[in-house]
């Protein structure tokens, strides 16, 4: 949506590039390692360690955030990746997700401590209205762990890389405004 507003609004998609990214190194260390932990999540090391790496993904994100916050649309990921982040640490590591959305064979495995990255919601999570429990309905997909399900801080995040790619689709890098008094 974001880049055929782009374009409607005369942008270009190479202006993206010109955008001064600094610190991606944070962001893809921090995808590869939630990414491993939801897919190696039987491993015996991600099993006892994968908890502290979650949270350690996290901070390569601030970093990243920190980094870049003069990007438009970077303060409202950084917002929704620190809601995100006090959910996850408020329940040990975990983001809590709705057990009516996920499938049986999902909330066995977790019930056999196999979480990955989330844990289901129960009478003792924190912070329930951060957590993973906004159902999208609407949306075509559904996914081998059950229903599309986010969390208030994902839709920060969502608005926040949606402004990214429509104001940096209309950036320009190489204009150059002179102040004078007379002309």
Same mark, same amino acid.
């Given at each position: 949506m974001a880049l055929i507003l782009g374009y409607l609004f005369k942008g270009r998609l190479k202006n993206l590039a010109e955008l001064e990214f600094t610190a991606?190194?944070?962001?893809?260390?921090?995808?590869l390692i939630q990414f491993l932990i939801?897919?190696?999540?039987?491993?015996?090391?991600?099993?006892?360690?994968?908890?502290?790496?979650?949270?350690?993904s996290y901070l390569l994100l601030f970093y990243g955030i920190y980094k870049n916050i003069r990007l438009p649309g970077m303060?409202?990921?950084?917002?929704?990746?620190?809601?995100n982040f006090i959910v996850i640490a408020a329940n040990g590591g975990?983001?809590?997700?709705?057990?009516?959305t996920i499938s049986p064979q999902w909330?066995?495995?977790?019930?056999? +401590?196999?979480?990955?990255?989330?844990?289901?919601?129960n009478e003792h999570t924190r912070l329930v209205f951060l957590s993973d429990n906004i159902?999208?309905?609407?949306?075509?997909?559904?996914?081998?762990? +059950?229903?599309?399900?986010?969390?208030?801080?994902?839709?920060?995040i969502t608005v926040g890389v949606f402004w990214l790619v429509f104001k940096g689709m209309r950036y320009q890098k190489n204009?150059?405004?002179k102040l004078t008094?007379?002309?």
């Open positions: 991606l190194f944070s962001f893809i260390l921090a995808f939801d897919y190696q999540m039987a491993h015996p090391f991600i099993r006892a360690y994968g908890r502290y790496l979650h949270l350690f303060g409202l990921i950084g917002l929704g990746v620190f809601l975990y983001m809590p997700a709705d057990p009516r909330i066995e495995m977790m019930k056999q +401590g196999i979480l990955g990255t989330h844990t289901l919601i159902y999208l309905w609407f949306y075509p997909i559904t996914f081998s762990y +059950g229903k599309p399900i986010i969390s208030f801080g994902d839709i920060f204009k150059n405004y008094v007379f002309r």
